[in-house]
């Protein structure tokens, strides 16, 4: 995985696998041999080398005339072969006049490739970038079976739908409310190079309709960093998650102030919002904060209460693990804990409260602070850019 997938984050990943029935083992496909080692020469043999678990540079190399040593060596400026991953090919260039290799080549990732040569006495590394050519392309995705499928059909790689998850994220949940015949126009980058499937660069523009609701979003990049607004310059990302749960999971008991405790029973108010979800689910921060209660509290069991900006305070109980301490800054999303079942409870769920200006409020139903729109400093650019792409999101071919 590179890194913009990692920087896609899990929880992404793990919601929109879900939907599109992914499995997570999906990793980024070796290029085509011939691809990589075109440079070689057409009078060299490339015999590819299955990298096993528990497999080192040294049993990869032993026998083959190449020292571990002298390779690693050679391409350390580069990358530390004594991390070679089992995803990932090794292969060794025989030249027709002689019985050892004389290079080896090595795919760090999906773009780049590590040769290390034999030249005269010495082993000399390169690193071979795939060079792209740079296309502006609209693509028009409709939504019939599963947007997985949509999105194969218009040439999408998964990462790429996880992109658009990540896109609309605070909008709606493409876990549930993405319903049949939902639309997705792109103004995107397409990257092709010879003998390579083409894959989506920067996403310029993104349109979905989704029943009667319809959200634009237009990206504005900052010192490399992405963030997505509406055309009119107002934030798409929220200070607030719609949930503490990266699964939208089942909400099996709302905010009562009135309700009949299952427990005690007795007429108790339920101050909080219960979702079901086994124990070991992960549990997120909805909000940067500070960490104001990690540990022990009574019927809450392991409990963990945070300070956000603002008037709102947020707590989850019952966790069977907690992963932050007291007095810890937080960021959004971050993971603070498990679920779990300890302190007063009838079984594995997350109780999660909310306080605005101290009184319980539910969480559901709280009007939360809403996103952050563009600096105006960046706004004219930022509409240009907008005046630019969106209109493009019309020409995608149905
Ligand atoms: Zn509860």
């Given at each position: 995985?590179?890194?913009?997938?990692?920087?896609?984050?899990?929880?992404?990943?793990?919601?929109?696998?879900?939907?599109?029935?992914?499995?997570?083992?999906?990793?980024?496909p070796a290029p085509p041999l011939e691809q990589a080692l075109a440079p070689m020469g057409p009078d060299r043999?490339?015999?590819?080398?299955?990298?096993?678990?528990?497999?080192?540079?040294?049993?990869?190399?032993?026998?083959?005339?190449?020292?571990?040593?002298?390779?690693?060596?050679?391409?350390?400026?580069?990358?530390?072969?004594?991390?070679?991953?089992?995803?990932?090919?090794?292969?060794?260039?025989?030249?027709?006049?002689?019985?050892?290799?004389?290079?080896?080549?090595?795919?760090?990732?999906?773009?780049r490739t590590l040769f290390v040569e034999q030249e005269a006495d010495a082993l000399v590394a390169r690193v071979?970038?795939?060079?792209?050519?740079?296309?502006?392309?609209?693509?028009?995705?409709?939504?019939?079976?599963?947007?997985?499928?949509?999105?194969?059909?218009?040439?999408?790689?998964?990462?790429?739908?996880?992109?658009?998850?990540?896109?609309?994220?605070?909008?709606?949940?493409?876990?549930?409310?993405?319903?049949?015949?939902?639309?997705?126009?792109?103004?995107?980058?397409?990257?092709?190079?010879a003998g390579r499937k083409s894959k989506l660069g920067a996403l310029h523009a993104v349109r979905l309709v989704?029943?009667?609701?319809?959200?634009?979003?237009?990206?504005?990049?900052?010192?490399?960093?992405?963030?997505?607004?509406?055309?009119?310059?107002?934030?798409?990302?929220?200070?607030?998650?719609?949930?503490?749960?990266?699964?939208?999971?089942?909400?099996?008991?709302?905010?009562?102030?009135?309700?009949?405790?299952?427990?005690?029973?007795?007429?108790?108010?339920?101050?909080?919002?219960?979702?079901?979800?086994?124990?070991?689910?992960?549990?997120?921060?909805?909000?940067?904060?500070?960490?104001?209660?990690?540990?022990?509290?009574?019927?809450?069991?392991?409990?963990?209460?945070?300070?956000?900006?603002?008037?709102?305070?947020?707590?989850?109980?019952?966790?069977?693990?907690?992963?932050?301490?007291?007095?810890?800054?937080?960021?959004?999303?971050?993971?603070?804990?498990?679920?779990?079942?300890?302190?007063?409870?009838?079984?594995?769920?997350?109780?999660?409260?909310?306080?605005?200006?101290?009184?319980?409020?539910?969480?559901?139903?709280?009007?939360?602070?809403?996103?952050?729109?563009?600096?105006?400093?960046?706004?004219?650019?930022?509409?240009?850019?907008?005046?630019?792409?969106?209109?493009?999101?019309?020409?995608?071919?149905?």
């Amino acid at each position: 995985m590179n890194r913009q997938f990692a920087a896609v984050g899990l929880a992404g990943l793990l919601a929109v696998g879900a939907y599109f029935g992914l499995r997570q083992t999906d990793s980024e496909p070796a290029p085509p041999l011939e691809q990589a080692l075109a440079p070689m020469g057409p009078d060299r043999v490339q015999i590819p080398l299955r990298i096993g678990k528990g497999s080192t540079l040294g049993t990869m190399l032993s026998g083959t005339g190449f020292s571990a040593n002298a390779v690693r060596e050679a391409a350390l400026e580069h990358y530390d072969l004594a991390r070679i991953r089992p995803d990932r090919e090794l292969t060794l260039v025989y030249s027709d006049a002689e019985p050892e290799p004389v290079a080896l080549s090595y795919v760090l990732d999906e773009d780049r490739t590590l040769f290390v040569e034999q030249e005269a006495d010495a082993l000399v590394a390169r690193v071979e970038e795939v060079q792209y050519e740079v296309a502006l392309d609209s693509r028009h995705l409709v939504l019939e079976s599963s947007l997985w499928q949509a999105g194969l059909d218009a040439g999408l790689r998964p990462i790429d739908l996880v992109r658009l998850a990540e896109i609309f994220e605070y909008e709606l949940d493409f876990n549930t409310e993405l319903r049949e015949g939902a639309t997705f126009d792109l103004v995107a980058e397409v990257l092709s190079a010879a003998g390579r499937k083409s894959k989506l660069g920067a996403l310029h523009a993104v349109r979905l309709v989704n029943g009667d609701k319809e959200v634009v979003a237009v990206r504005h990049l900052v010192d490399d960093e992405e963030t997505f607004y509406h055309p009119d310059g107002t934030g798409m990302t929220r200070p607030f998650l719609r949930s503490p749960l990266e699964f939208s999971a089942r909400v099996t008991s709302a905010f009562n102030p009135k309700r009949f405790h299952p427990v005690l029973k007795t007429r108790r108010p339920h101050n909080g919002t219960d979702f079901g979800a086994p124990t070991g689910t992960r549990v997120r921060s909805v909000a940067a904060g500070t960490v104001t209660y990690a540990g022990r509290n009574g019927g809450h069991g392991n409990y963990v209460k945070i300070k956000h900006e603002g008037p709102h305070e947020t707590s989850y109980s019952h966790l069977s693990k907690i992963k932050v301490k007291k007095g810890a800054t937080v960021r959004q999303g971050q993971l603070i804990g498990l679920v779990g079942t300890t302190g007063l409870s009838t079984g594995p769920h997350l109780h999660y409260q909310m306080w605005k200006n101290g009184r319980y409020v539910d969480a559901m139903n709280e009007p939360l602070p809403s996103s952050t729109p563009i600096a105006r400093s960046k706004l004219a650019a930022f509409k240009e850019t907008a005046d630019r792409y969106v209109p493009m999101l019309d020409s995608a071919p149905e």
